[in-house]
């Protein structure tokens, strides 16, 4: 480690082996002793100067922080092998010595530049040098008139030289300790070491540069100089190890104008500047003549000054306008500010009140500079507001009080104070107090406490509020009932008429919510268009509450040049089954989601009661509409085919195809309750379902037509995608993609679902123009009268067991209706199928009746494609061709 004890006790060793030398074994072999002490002790730092700076570098992948150490150890190698070279016999030691001194310093100089903390910029180590540059050329000056000039011509130049850099050096290293702006302890223990080893190595070079060297040759003690250099340099390589070691240490803050290092080391220059004056005027007067070198000298001495005082003009005025501009942005802040800044001194006396006092509180300086601040308070306030103000001048790092204020028209004003302590800051030497009027915050409060808890639109009760009310209530387990409701096509009104109307119908809503629930009832508003009621009624009480409120919102709201007919769907849910507000609320809106789902279709306005069996059918419903993207991807759907018989010969003539759906965790899935939802959920699901049925359909009745079998296949189709307009496109690419002739496909259409337009008829008609037969399925439980059937473009007629289902005691009766549907569609030339045969009677009866074909469990139930074919074989299918 650089600096360690080890270090120590070997420069101290050095220094009594050089004093030892020059005291007893005499010059000559004293020369040689102090030039392998000190030249081995400067290696020796020199080595651990260099691997600082390597082990510097590789922490910071940087050679920023480690430049300081190694341009020092680099000193101290020069510094090292020159000194030990002048040891040699047959060297010219003086040379040498001056050689070293030339190379050293530089390097010396550009590591203490370069530490950590002596001179952070360019401009900065600039400064640093002309101020050594001035101080040692004055020193020089001073030491040339009296002692140098007198040598002899011939050393003159090289003895100048090394005089010039060792003045000029020492005193850079001088300055750059002292005004180090950071890390102080380091940049004077490595300036004090570089400054005595250029001290010792430049006297050393003197000595052995002087034409008088006879002391070589003579017995006797060395030289004091020689003596004095030894030491300087065994000590200086010693203090630049200390002065490393210390760079770590946590570094000193400065002072703002000495932040960037301008003005550190300009007043040092006075010194040596008049020192030379008054040599200069002591030589005159002595009759002294200044020759070339001193001239030289006085020259450079006054140039550096005068660049030195043109720098600091330059600084000083910089730093003005630094200053200018902060107390400007300061005066702006402060005048700007909608706080009061008040300075109180150790007694509590306003000494300074910023600018927006008077405009704030209307208080001028007269009203409140030279007097206490509690008698500016209410005197209620006084004292604690006192209290506190102590608490912060004995040591409270700051506190906030509030406090009644005397404006200045003699009315008392809520304020709030934050006060610091700032006393420690010599441009404030107080406490400072930040007052702000807080004279409205109470009516903010109030107005805050409304909005929070009621709907800006309706005035009614907000969700917070109410879910507030209704947690409390089932809190205390208090009876009552819990109502939600939706308008419903409320999106459309907004979409329709603007948003004006719909907001003057959320008002005319809302006041019929209010009108309609009882005196004690919370009406509330929870969504865009959901509103909700807690009663303390019971579930019968609030059932007929929900039936007024339904029926007061299906009474048309009349605006101005506008007429809006909604309806609303109510859940009612009991609070005493709700374990907390948010069950309670989640009850109902269950409720009025299953009276949505009841509703749809019809007019409207139903009220449902929470059950559990619809939370479950809710769940159950919310899980396929997750599972339904997707699910042919996933490869969950499945066809069945049921065959479709004469019943004269019990011979297949078709099929149909029947979509199945096998979830892995719900089951089977019946095509009623998934095929709705997924027209509901849009994007082109149900259409790619049906599509999807088609192909599969058309694919198996094309293996079964290429395996001779004379079928056909009928497909089942929703209203919806029947009238799509992409439908007869879909039917037409499946029946050539699987290459089955067009009339070998029927197309299914349920008779409750048929919608009664033309344009139902037009995409029936369509499909008998691609060749494809049409089919009304499930007739006799929709609307559709006999009469119609002329008009509807269809080719098979599929009756419901519900025309030929006989009930019991009244055998025969249902032969004549099935007669009649079956004779008129025979003059049509429509075909009848019997839909749901299941047993003996229900074939008797549609053959008594004319009918020739029939399906349903009686002759096959629907199983899959290699089940039926066992069927067809059985039953031996005609083959085609014969």
């Known amino acids: 480690m650089i600096g360690n004890p080890r270090t120590f006790w070997l420069a101290l060793l050095s220094a009594a082996a050089v004093l030892g030398a020059a005291a007893v074994i005499g010059p000559v072999l004293g020369l040689v002793a102090v030039a392998v002490f000190a030249g081995v002790t400067a290696l020796v730092h020199a080595g651990g100067l260099i691997r600082l700076a390597l082990r510097i570098h590789r922490g910071r992948r940087d050679f920023g922080p480690c430049r300081g150490a190694g341009f020092l150890g680099m000193g101290a190698l020069v510094t090292g092998a020159g000194v030990a070279a002048t040891g040699l016999p047959w060297l010219d030691p003086g040379p040498i010595a001056a050689a070293t001194t030339l190379l050293a310093a530089p390097a010396y100089l550009a590591g203490l530049l370069l530490l950590p903390g002596t001179a952070p910029t360019l401009g900065a180590r600039l400064r640093r040098l002309l101020d050594g540059a001035g101080i040692g050329v004055s020193l020089l000056y001073c030491a040339w008139v009296f002692t140098l000039g007198r040598s002899s011509p011939g050393t003159a130049p090289l003895r100048l030289a090394v005089a010039l850099t060792g003045c000029v050096a020492v005193a850079v290293a001088v300055v750059t300790g002292l005004r180090a702006v950071r890390h102080r302890p380091a940049a004077l223990g490595c300036s004090g070491g570089a400054a005595l080893s250029i001290v010792g190595v430049s006297g050393y070079a003197l000595l052995l540069l002087g034409h008088d060297r006879t002391w070589l040759g003579a017995p006797g003690a060395a030289p004091a100089g020689l003596v004095a250099a ?224 009621t709907d800006d639109r309706t005035g009614l009760a907000n969700r917070r509020r109410f879910v507030a009310a209704a947690e409390e209530a089932c809190r205390d387990a208090r009876p009552g009932s819990l109502l939600a409701l939706e308008l419903d096509r409320f999106e459309s009104v907004a979409d329709l008429h603007g948003p004006s109307v719909a907001g003057a119908v959320l008002i005319e809503a809302a006041r019929r919510l209010r009108a309609a629930a009882g005196r004690d009832d919370l009406p509330a508003r929870l969504g865009a268009a959901g509103f909700a009621v807690l009663t303390d009624a019971p579930i019968v009480q609030a059932f007929a509450l929900a039936t007024r409120i339904a029926t007061a919102l299906a009474e048309p709201f009349q605006l101005p040049g506008h007429t809006v007919h909604l309806a609303a769907e109510v859940g009612v849910a009991d609070l005493l089954g709700a374990g907390n507000a948010e069950e309670a609320l989640r009850h109902a809106d269950v409720a009025r989601r299953r009276a949505r789902q009841l509703a749809r279709g019809g007019a409207g306005g139903r009220v449902e009661c929470y059950d559990k069996s619809f939370e479950t059918a809710l769940v159950r419903r919310t899980e396929i509409e997750q599972q339904l993207p997707g699910v042919i991807g996933r490869g969950e759907l499945d066809v069945a085919f049921q065959p479709i018989a004469d019943l004269a010969t019990r011979q297949p003539v078709g099929a149909e195809a029947l979509l199945r759906w096998r979830h892995p965790r719900l089951g089977t899935v019946p095509p009623a309750e998934f095929l709705p939802i997924a027209e509901e959920l849009g994007g082109g699901i149900a259409d790619e379902i049906g599509e999807w049925v088609l192909h599969r359909a058309c694919r198996q009745l094309s293996c079964w037509r290429r395996d001779g079998r004379d079928l056909w296949m009928s497909v089942n189709v929703s209203a919806r995608q029947l009238a799509g307009e992409g439908w007869l496109a879909a039917v037409a690419t499946a029946v050539d993609t699987h290459c089955v002739p067009a009339e070998a496909i029927v197309v299914e259409v349920a008779e409750a679902a048929l919608p009664d337009d033309a344009f139902a008829v037009e995409q029936l008609a369509g499909l008998r123009a691609l060749g494809v037969r049409t089919a009304l399925d499930h007739f006799g439980t929709g609307p559709t009268a006999l009469a119609h059937l002329r008009r509807l473009p269809i080719d098979v007629l599929k009756i419901d067991q519900a025309l030929f289902n006989e009930p019991p005691g009244r055998r025969g009766a249902a032969t004549p209706i099935v007669d009649v549907v079956v004779g008129l569609s025979r003059r049509l030339g429509i075909d009848v199928i019997a839909c749901g045969l299941e047993t003996q009677s229900h074939a008797d009866v549609v053959r008594a009746a004319g009918c020739a074909l029939g399906q349903g469990f009686l002759i096959s139930p629907p199983d899959h494609a290699e089940h039926v074919e066992a069927y067809l074989e059985r039953h031996r299918t005609p083959l085609l061709g014969n």
Do not use: K, N
């Open 230 to 453: 030894g030491l300087a340099m065994v000590a200086g390589p010693f203090l630049l190890a200390a002065g490393a070691r210390r760079a770590g240490d946590e570094p000193t803050r400065p002072h703002a104008a000495d932040e960037d290092g301008s003005f550190a080391g300009y007043p040092l220059l006075l010194v040596p500047a008049l020192l030379a004056v008054v040599v200069s005027a002591w030589h005159l007067l002595t009759g002294g003549r200044f020759d070339e070198t001193s001239v030289a000298l006085g020259i450079a001495a006054f140039g550096a000054l005068a660049v030195r005082e043109v720098l600091a003009a330059w600084d000083i005025r910089r730093y003005a306008q630094t200053l200018a501009g902060r107390e400007a942005r300061f005066r702006t802040l402060v005048a700007g500010s909608t706080d009061v800044a008040i300075v109180l001194d150790a007694g509590l006396v306003v000494r300074w009140q910023s600018p927006a006092a008077a405009r704030q509180f209307g208080l001028s300086d007269q009203d409140a500079l030279g007097r206490p601040l509690t008698d500016l308070l209410h005197p209620a306030d006084a004292a604690p507001v006192a209290a506190a103000l102590r608490a912060v001048l004995d040591g409270c790092q700051h506190t906030l009080v509030q406090a009644r204020l005397r404006d200045g028209f003699g009315r008392w004003r809520d304020t709030e104070s934050t006060v610091i302590d700032q006393r420690a800051a010599p441009e404030v030497g107080g406490l400072v107090v930040h007052v702000r009027d807080i004279g409205d915050r109470a009516q903010l409060q109030r107005t805050l406490h409304e909005v929070t808890w």
